[in-house]
């Protein structure tokens, strides 16, 4: 696949991409609702960490 500019995730033919868990998503029960301008670091504390990027490629029958 050549090069691009494109603000997206692009995969080769054949391959998907999926979202697991994002940023601010519950971890723990009763985790407050995700707000960028309003965390603390109680919420935090319930919620997944910014920066935590993972890649797999798995090999699925």
Do not use: H
Not at 9 to 32: M, N, S
Not at 42 to 47: H, I, K, L, N
Not at 48 to 55: A, Q, R, S
């Amino acid at each position: 696949m050549a090069p691009n500019t494109a603000d997206a995730v692009i995969v080769a033919p054949g391959y998907e991409q999926q979202v697991v868990i994002g940023w601010g998503d519950p971890v723990l029960r009763g985790a407050p609702e995700f707000v960028v301008g309003r965390q603390s670091a109680a919420a935090q504390a319930t919620q997944l960490g910014y920066n935590c990027d993972y890649l797999a490629l798995m090999d699925l029958p």
